[in-house]
């Protein structure tokens, strides 16, 4: 007799599953470890022992060779033997932060910053209005004109003419070059927690956003300790805190040194910090006061902030820390610069950044 057998279903396999689990724990660890694919391993083999993740049928030398299969981790160099992460993995961690923080998201069309402006625009809407010198064909209601047509002149003497004509109502859509600020200075990892590492994963979910969602959108990221310079989207798994002071001054000179070269009109910066300035520098020299709020460095990021907000660069502080002279250093800091600040624990933080990163609505720029 002709039928069907049904089993219980195992989505690719037992293995497969033991391998999805294993490759969502090892990213953890790896941007836990700054990339460093060895100290992950040895983090899971321990973690292994203790809760047995892996199976009699598959070990942890099956997830590492299924690991260098599959493309996620290589070994560049025979002499040298050593794994590193590859393009795909640092693709993979993006894309994990982006679900981890802001949830499912699936690509949108580009320059997706909605404003209150109708015209010229991306994004097509369900209005139509008759048509006017200078609108763009493509933006032309076809149905909708050859039924004017149709209506005005009849079959017999059918004829198109431009009174006929309607045009779909767009909406503009904004473009933003956003700077993200991250502090590195070594309070982010003091008083035994990890403040680095949610700054990460968020500066990472932020950039894969950008590049699906946004894609007419710019992002640099820069990191300021003693000093601040500029970091690519692939370095953020690695990036490390060091025994820095916070120059928050150096930060902000070089966020709108970058954000002068675009030309897009809407711009902002997000400063994701645990601490006060603590340091500035005078010539080659350094000016440092871990101690209290320095009258000198306090001065100086103020002016900073003061002129980015001539220069019409919101800046949004994100605190992870809410000790009460330091709140009211950041509201005197947002006060000056006409910008906005979130004291948020590090759970919330990535929930605040996508929130206000959606809400910004530039002006409008053409």
Same mark, same amino acid.
């Given at each position: 007799?002709?039928?069907?057998?049904?089993?219980?279903?195992?989505?690719?396999?037992?293995?497969?599953?033991?391998?999805?689990?294993?490759? @969502?724990?090892?990213?953890?660890?790896?941007?836990?470890?700054?990339?460093?694919?060895?100290?992950?391993?040895?983090? /899971?083999?321990?973690?292994?022992?203790?809760?047995?993740?892996?199976?009699?049928?598959? $070990?942890?030398?099956?997830?590492?060779?299924?690991? %260098?299969?599959?493309?996620?981790?290589?070994?560049?160099?025979?002499?040298?033997?050593?794994?590193?992460?590859?393009?795909?993995?640092?693709?993979?961690?993006?894309?994990?932060?982006?679900?981890?923080?802001?949830?499912?998201?699936? *690509?949108?069309?580009?320059?997706?910053?909605?404003?209150?402006?109708?015209?010229?625009?991306?994004?097509?809407?369900?209005?139509?209005?008759?048509?006017?010198? $200078?609108?763009?064909?493509?933006?032309?209601?076809?149905?909708?004109?050859?039924?004017?047509?149709?209506?005005? #002149?009849?079959?017999?003497?059918?004829?198109?003419?431009?009174?006929?004509?309607?045009?779909?109502?767009?909406?503009?859509?904004?473009?933003?070059?956003?700077?993200?600020? %991250?502090?590195?200075?070594?309070?982010? %990892?003091?008083?035994?927690?990890?403040?680095?590492?949610?700054?990460?994963?968020?500066? /990472?979910?932020?950039?894969?956003?950008?590049?699906?969602?946004?894609?007419?959108?710019?992002?640099?990221?820069?990191?300021?300790?003693?000093?601040?310079?500029?970091?690519?989207? *692939?370095?953020?798994?690695?990036?490390?805190? $060091?025994?820095?002071?916070?120059?928050?001054?150096?930060?902000?000179?070089?966020?709108?040194?970058?954000?002068?070269?675009?030309? #897009?009109?809407? *711009?902002?910066?997000?400063?994701?910090?645990?601490?006060?300035?603590?340091? %500035?520098?005078?010539?080659?020299?350094?000016?440092? #006061?871990?101690?209290?709020?320095?009258?000198?460095?306090?001065?100086?990021?103020? #002016?900073?902030?003061?002129?980015?907000?001539?220069?019409?660069?919101?800046?949004?502080?994100?605190?992870?820390? @809410?000790?009460?002279?330091?709140?009211?250093?950041?509201? @005197?800091?947002?006060?000056?610069?006409?910008? @906005?600040?979130?004291?948020?624990?590090?759970? $919330?933080?990535?929930?605040?950044?996508?929130?206000?990163?959606?809400?910004?609505?530039?002006?409008?720029?053409?």
């Amino acid at each position: 007799m002709q039928g069907w057998r049904f089993s219980e279903y195992t989505p690719d396999g037992e293995n497969g599953n033991v391998f999805e689990q294993m490759l @969502k724990l090892f990213q953890e660890l790896l941007v836990f470890t700054s990339g460093d694919v060895r100290e992950a391993l040895s983090w /899971m083999t321990e973690l292994d022992k203790e809760y047995e993740l892996t199976t009699s049928e598959y $070990g942890m030398a099956d997830f590492i060779q299924e690991l %260098i299969e599959k493309g996620y981790i290589e070994n560049p160099d025979d002499d040298n033997p050593g794994y590193r992460p590859t393009k795909k993995m640092e693709i993979a961690l993006r894309q994990k932060a982006l679900e981890d923080i802001f949830g499912q998201l699936k *690509k949108s069309k580009r320059g997706n910053h909605n404003t209150n402006f109708t015209g010229n625009g991306d994004e097509h809407t369900s209005d139509r209005r008759p048509y006017q010198f $200078g609108d763009r064909l493509d933006n032309i209601a076809i149905s909708d004109s050859l039924k004017n047509a149709y209506i005005n #002149n009849g079959l017999d003497d059918f004829r198109l003419t431009q009174d006929d004509l309607e045009v779909r109502e767009t909406y503009f859509q904004s473009q933003m070059s956003t700077v993200l600020m %991250i502090d590195i200075s070594h309070s982010m %990892i003091l008083y035994g927690e990890d403040r680095i590492t949610p700054a990460k994963k968020v500066a /990472m979910a932020l950039a894969h956003l950008i590049q699906t969602r946004y894609p007419k959108d710019t992002l640099d990221i820069i990191v300021f300790g003693n000093d601040s310079w500029q970091i690519e989207v *692939k370095d953020l798994p690695y990036l490390q805190v $060091g025994p820095y002071h916070t120059n928050t001054v150096a930060g902000l000179e070089l966020a709108m040194n970058l954000l002068s070269r675009r030309k #897009n009109p809407n *711009k902002q910066i997000f400063m994701i910090t645990d601490g006060k300035p603590t340091c %500035i520098k005078k010539g080659n020299s350094y000016y440092k #006061n871990s101690f209290g709020l320095d009258k000198q460095i306090i001065r100086r990021t103020l #002016n900073l902030a003061a002129r980015c907000r001539k220069l019409d660069i919101p800046v949004t502080t994100f605190m992870i820390a @809410k000790d009460r002279y330091l709140v009211d250093f950041v509201e @005197k800091f947002t006060q000056a610069n006409n910008g @906005k600040a979130f004291y948020s624990s590090l759970q $919330g933080l990535g929930q605040f950044i996508f929130r206000d990163y959606k809400h910004n609505k530039g002006k409008k720029g053409r």
